[in-house]
């Protein structure tokens, strides 16, 4: 399912046949963008998370062997976890509440454990200690401590990638850093032709974690296309996306232009525009000399060294010296304190070309004209968003909601082809759940739901 879409094309016979599956497409232009969509899942406190997670792993073991709770659950246990849990972000007391909940969750794991259902549990009791793990660690003395960012005796948190943000959704991430938007959950990137002589028709559509940045999924767009016989001859992408490595690689592996702005010089002196940045700068590849604004001629070239970020192109450093940069006249627009020595990095040849031949062409009104159609995607991703309800995910783990974008892919297609309206869904009713269902059949006296009437 995950590799359909339907793609067609007009039939271009008199007598108006329907349409039909394009056999033979001639590569144009597509666009990609993306948008954050939110998991199905409620936005915790790191408190209400490890809270709903023993409540979780209670309903899972309520559901199918509630007799293992005989002889742990009592009252105080249906009043803490009898419903979903809700104390904001300034609950009281809220040490007292982070102990008495991770000693609840040792207990019920350690009393599972004795009782040998934790050889047969399921997904929540999984979760449940992924959370207590990422949330909890034990000090010298074995004494339960929560978890902080800052990183003592190497119990910081986890990075934002890996953190499990709720107990029934544990592939929903949460971006930390970096986002102008936050959420929990994932992102969609849309990927629909733009000709202008038909209908802009969805060709894939991703589904990633929301930690995932976007230059990340292009190659793998690129490579669900070739498989389809659908790669565009240019690929129209916002600066998200675009990184050097990516456009030589999607250049020389499928013959496909990428086409968005490249991430500014990320040096000092061109971020402050004063001094002399690196462009400033005569490289010479065949001598492995770099030559600075003022005559003189590194000592070292070293490289190219991989980068930690798999976007970020690799980098070869050549380094002047200190006798070299000490008495130039112009030091203070090179470096930054007295005793340092200028360093130079910079992309291999291949990609240094590539830099410098976008970079120019983007400068031009043709390039700049050509790129204005990139702008037409963001109505597809309002239409997916607000006509089709696609910011909220109906579904649980990402396969599921990879699925539901699919399908919404579809839809999106052929009501574009047949003017079809798109269709609601009314909301069903929740009903009482597992583990309150035990604490009733025991009267184990419990908090009521809010949210579900009679329970």
């Given at each position: 399912?995950?590799e ?9 016979q ?16 597509q666009?990609t ?8 899942v ?14 979780a792993?209670?309903?899972?073991v309520?559901?199918?062997s ?12 249906g ?10 972000k ?12 991770g000693?609840d ?12 259902a934790?050889?047969?549990?399921g ?16 000090d ?6 929560w ?13 934002s990638s ?15 850093h ?21 209908p802009?028709v969805?060709?894939?559509v991703?589904t990633?974690a929301?930690t ?8 793998g ?12 001859a240019?690929h ?6 675009t990184?050097l490595?990516?456009?030589e690689?999607?250049a ?6 990428v086409s ?8 000092r ?7 002399f ?10 001598k492995q ?13 070293h ?8 976007t970020?192109a ?9 006798s ?7 030091r203070?627009q ?6 340092d ?11 240094r070309?590539?830099?410098?031949r ?10 700049k004209?050509?790129?204005a159609?990139?702008?037409?995607v963001?109505?597809?991703?309002n ?11 109906r579904?649980?783990?990402q396969?599921?909601?990879h ?8 839809a ?25 269902n035990y604490l009733?059949?025991r ?13």
């Amino acid at each position: 399912m995950a590799e359909v879409l339907i793609v067609w094309e007009s039939s271009t016979q008199a007598d108006g046949s329907a349409l039909r599956p394009s056999a033979s497409r001639t590569r144009t232009t597509q666009r990609t963008d993306s948008t954050h969509v939110l998991a199905a899942v409620r936005d915790l406190t790191r408190l209400e998370l490890v809270t709903e997670a023993v409540r979780a792993a209670l309903e899972e073991v309520a559901g199918v062997s509630p007799h293992l709770l005989d002889g742990l659950v009592d009252e105080g246990w249906g009043l803490r976890y009898g419903r979903p849990v809700h104390l904001g972000k300034n609950p009281t007391k809220p040490v007292t509440r982070i102990l008495a909940t991770g000693n609840d969750a040792v207990r019920l794991l350690e009393h599972l454990h004795r009782f040998g259902a934790d050889r047969m549990s399921g997904p929540r009791i999984q979760a449940l200690r992924q959370i207590m793990v990422q949330n909890y660690h034990r000090d010298a003395a074995g004494h339960l401590r929560w978890r902080t960012a800052e990183k003592e005796g190497g119990a910081g948190l986890p990075p934002s990638s890996r953190a499990i943000v709720s107990p029934y959704d544990t592939s929903a991430r949460y971006p930390r850093h970096g986002h102008i938007i936050s959420w929990k959950g994932f992102a969609a990137h849309l990927t629909e032709t733009c000709a202008s002589d038909g209908p802009n028709v969805i060709t894939d559509v991703a589904t990633t974690a929301a930690t995932t940045h976007d230059s990340q999924v292009l190659p793998g767009v690129h490579t669900r296309l070739a498989r389809r016989g659908l790669l565009p001859a240019e690929h129209l992408v916002d600066a998200g996306y675009t990184s050097l490595p990516h456009l030589e690689q999607a250049a020389r592996e499928h013959q496909v232009t990428v086409s968005g702005p490249l991430k500014s010089n990320p040096t000092r002196q061109h971020r402050r525009n004063e001094g002399f940045a690196r462009d400033d700068f005569h490289i010479d590849y065949d001598k492995q000399q770099v030559t600075c604004p003022q005559g003189q001629v590194s000592a070292g070239w070293h490289g190219p060294y991989p980068t930690s970020s798999p976007t970020a192109a690799p980098l070869i450093v050549a380094r002047l010296t200190k006798s070299q940069c000490r008495p130039c006249p112009t030091r203070t627009q090179c470096t930054s304190t007295a005793d340092d020595a200028r360093t130079v990095g910079f992309p291999p040849r291949e990609l240094r070309d590539l830099e410098l031949r976008v970079r120019a062409e983007q400068q031009t009104p043709e390039w700049k004209t050509r790129y204005a159609v990139r702008s037409g995607v963001e109505s597809t991703v309002n239409e997916f968003a607000h006509g089709h309800g696609m910011r909220r995910c109906r579904y649980r783990g990402q396969g599921k909601v990879h699925v539901q974008h699919v399908l919404t892919a579809i839809a999106v297609n052929i009501e574009r082809l047949s003017g079809l309206p798109p269709a609601e869904e009314a909301p069903t009713p929740r009903r009482p759940t597992a583990f309150q269902n035990y604490l009733d059949q025991r009267e184990i006296p419990r908090l009521k739901s809010w949210r579900t009437l009679g329970t």
